[in-house]
C-alpha cells in the first residue's frame, strides 16, 4: 500500500501487519481505505492535541479574558472552563439533522464550529492555572497530561512531588530533567529508572543509591562509571564537577551521553513483557508498535501513557479499563468507542468530541450524560440504530469511515501541537498535506484556514544577551525573579517563578538558559523515534525490531545477551 502523504513520516509504502487486518475486520473497516501509513495516522490524530500552547482570549459566552489552547484566532466558540462543565448550556441546543446531500466531515465541521469548547481541560486543581489535559494538581505549574502532582513544574506524563522539567515519572520526588523513571528521589538527568536515589547522569538503574555516569546496575551504590567506590570519593567527585554552574553541568551531561555510546543497549525496555514490540512497556501481551503502555494486551500502534487495554488499535493517551476502541485520542475510561477526541467515561459512540458521560452517540460534540443522540440531536434508540447504520453505509460510499478527523478539521495550529513535536514539519509541507486532505475529504463553504499555522508575536530580544547566572549561587533572588531572560537559541523570553528558584536551590541544580518549549522539544530528542527498525543483536546476530535507527551509534543487544552483560 502506498502511503497518500506527500511528505511521508513514516514508510512510503506499508503493508497492514495480520494483528492490524484483523482489528480492522472487528471494527468494520476495509484496510484497503487506509491511505495513510501508521506514522502519518498517528501524526493526523495527534494534530488534534494542543497540550501546552496557552493563549489569552475572551470568554464567548462570558466575555471574561481567559487562558485557553485554542488561539483568539480559532474560528470557535470557545467558554470558560468552569461555564463549560455548568448548567448554563446544554449542547442538545445545537441538534441537526443528518443532511445526505453533504458528506459527513462537512456537517460535523459545521457543528465543530457552534458547540462550545472548553477552554482547558482541567478539574479540580489548586494554584495550577497553567497547565492542561491535567486533574487534582496543588502548586503545579507549566505540567501537561498530568494528574496528582504537587509543585512540579515544566512536564508532561508525570505523578509527582517537587520535580521539574521532566516527561514520564511516576511516584518520584526531587526529581529533574529526567525520562521515565519510577519510584525515584532526588535523581539529576537520568533515564529508565526504578526506585533509585540519589543518582545523576545515569539510566537503567533499579534499586541502586549514590551513583553517576553509571548504567545498568542493579543494587548497587556508591557508583561512578559503574565502578564502586568509598562514600567519601563518591562525595569528593560530586563535589568536583560542580553542577550548581550551567556549564559544568552541561560538560557532565555530554560526558554521560559519550559513556551511553560505549555501553550495550536493550533493544527495547520491556518489563514482563510478551511477544510485543515497541518500547517502554511493561506486564503486556501481544502487542506491536506500543510505547509507553502498561497491562496491554492485542494492541496495535497505540502511543503515550497508555494502560489497562485490550484490542485497541491506533490511540493516543487512553486508559482505564478500555477495549475495543479505534482512532481514539485522549479518551479516558469506558471504551468500545470508534474515533473520538478528548471524550471521557463514554461508550459504544462512534466519532464524537469533547463528550462526556455518554453512551451510544454518533457525530456528536460537547455532550454531557446523553444517549441516542446522532448531530447532537435525540433520537430514541430504535430510530438511532436505524440511522447510525444508514450513516455508516453513506460514510463507506464517501471513503470516511475509519478514517480519524482530516487535518483540515483541527482546531489547532499544526506547529502548537504534539505532532509538531513527534513530526515536525515546514509551514510549506503542512500546507501540502492540508491541500492532500481537502482533495480526499472536501471541506464546507464555512472552512476556514486563520488558525491553522500560529506565528510567534513576542517581541523580539535585545542585543544584548540576558541569560540567568551560570552559577546557582550568582545574583540576587529579588534580582532573578525580577528579570525577563531570552532563549540562548530561540530568543522568546522566559522568566524564573518564585516555586521553580527554590527548587533549583533546593536540588543544586544551575538555572536553565533556554524557554520551556525549547527544553520541552530537546527531551523529547532524547527518546528513539517511535519507529521500528530491523536490526540484529551485535553480540548473537539474533534478529529483532527495534527502535534504535540503523546508524544510530549505540551497541544493541538482545534481551539476553543484555542481561548477560549485567551480571
Not at 173 to 186: K, M, P, V
Not at 437 to 443: A, G, I, L, Q, Y
Not at 503 to 532: G, I, S, T
Request: charged share 25%; aromatic share 14%; net charge neutral.
Amino acid at each position: 500500500m502506498l502511503c497518500q502523504n506527500p511528505n511521508c513520516v513514516g514508510e512510503k509504502e506499508f503493508e497492514l501487519t495480520e494483528q492490524e487486518t484483523r482489528l480492522l475486520g472487528e471494527f468494520d473497516v476495509d484496510p484497503i481505505s487506509m491511505v495513510f501509513c501508521r506514522q502519518c495516522r498517528e501524526m493526523r490524530r495527534i494534530a488534534f492535541r494542543n497540550e501546552r500552547a496557552l493563549f489569552k482570549r475572551k470568554c464567548a459566552q462570558t466575555d471574561k479574558e481567559i487562558w485557553s489552547i485554542y488561539s483568539e484566532a480559532a474560528p470557535f466558540k470557545i467558554f470558560d472552563k468552569d461555564v463549560w462543565w455548568g448548567d448554563s448550556w446544554d449542547g442538545i441546543t445545537f441538534g441537526k439533522n443528518f443532511d445526505f446531500e453533504k458528506t459527513f466531515f462537512q456537517q460535523f465541521y459545521e457543528l465543530m464550529l457552534e458547540v462550545p469548547r472548553p477552554s482547558l481541560i482541567q478539574a479540580k486543581n489548586q494554584n495550577s492555572m497553567f497547565t492542561n489535559d491535567s486533574n487534582n494538581n496543588n502548586d503545579c505549574y507549566m505540567v501537561f497530561t498530568a494528574d496528582d502532582n504537587v509543585n512540579c513544574h515544566y512536564g508532561s506524563f508525570i505523578l509527582c512531588k517537587d520535580s521539574m522539567d521532566s516527561e514520564e515519572l511516576t511516584r518520584c520526588e526531587l526529581c529533574y530533567d529526567c525520562l521515565f523513571c519510577a519510584g525515584c528521589h532526588s535523581a539529576v538527568a537520568c533515564e529508565n529508572c526504578m526506585n533509585c536515589s540519589n543518582v545523576y547522569f545515569s539510566s537503567n538503574l533499579v534499586n541502586c543509591h549514590n551513583c553517576i555516569f553509571s548504567f545498568g546496575l542493579r543494587d548497587q551504590k556508591n557508583c561512578i562509571f559503574n565502578t564502586e567506590v568509598s562514600p567519601d570519593v563518591f562525595m569528593t567527585f560530586m563535589l568536583q564537577r560542580q553542577l550548581f554552574r550551567r556549564r559544568s553541568y552541561k560538560k557532565a551531561k555530554e560526558m554521560f551521553h559519550m559513556f551511553l555510546e560505549t555501553t550495550p543497549q536493550r533493544y527495547m525496555y520491556l518489563l514482563k513483557a510478551e511477544n510485543s514490540t515497541g518500547d517502554r512497556l511493561t506486564n503486556s501481551k501481544d502487542c506491536e508498535n506500543c510505547y509507553s503502555g502498561d497491562d496491554i494486551v492485542g494492541c496495535s500502534n497505540m502511543n503515550s501513557s497508555t494502560f489497562n487495554l485490550r484490542d485497541c488499535m491506533d490511540c493516543w493517551a487512553i486508559a482505564y479499563g478500555t477495549q475495543k476502541s479505534f482512532e481514539n485520542q485522549t479518551c479516558l475510561r469506558g471504551g468500545m468507542n470508534f474515533v473520538g477526541n478528548f471524550s471521557n467515561d463514554c461508550s459504544s459512540c462512534f466519532y464524537i468530541d469533547n463528550c462526556q458521560m455518554c453512551q451510544d452517540c454518533f457525530g456528536c460534540i460537547g455532550l454531557k450524560n446523553k444517549k441516542y443522540c446522532i448531530l447532537n440531536r435525540q433520537y430514541s434508540a430504535d430510530e438511532y440504530k436505524i440511522l447510525k447504520q444508514k450513516i455508516i453505509k453513506f460514510m463507506k460510499q464517501t471513503k470516511e469511515w475509519g478514517q480519524f478527523f482530516p487535518f483540515w478539521m483541527s482546531p489547532f495550529a499544526y506547529n502548537t501541537t504534539v505532532a509538531d513535536v513527534w513530526y515536525p514539519y515546514e509551514k510549506e509541507k503542512y500546507a501540502e498535506l492540508l491541500k492532500k486532505s481537502e482533495e480526499f475529504w472536501k471541506p464546507p463553504a464555512s472552512y476556514k484556514k486563520t488558525h491553522l499555522w500560529h506565528v510567534d508575536k513576542a517581541k523580539a530580544a535585545p542585543d544584548k544577551e540576558i541569560l540567568p547566572p551560570d552559577s546557582l549561587y550568582e545574583g540576587k533572588n529579588d534580582e532573578i525573579l525580577a528579570t525577563t531572560f531570552y532563549d540562548v537559541v530561540t530568543k522568546k523570553p522566559f522568566k524564573i517563578t518564585g516555586r521553580e528558584l527554590a527548587l533549583h536551590q533546593q536540588m543544586k541544580v544551575p538555572f536553565p538558559e533556554n524557554a520551556f518549549d525549547f527544553r520541552y522539544r530537546e527531551r523529547f530528542h532524547r527518546y528513539n523515534p517511535r519507529k521500528l527498525y530491523a536490526r540484529r543483536c551485535q553480540k548473537c546476530s539474533k534478529n529483532f525490531q527495534t527502535t534504535f535507527q540503523p546508524d544510530s551509534p549505540y551497541i544493541v543487544f538482545c534481551e539476553q545477551c543484555f542481561n548477560d552483560s549485567l551480571l
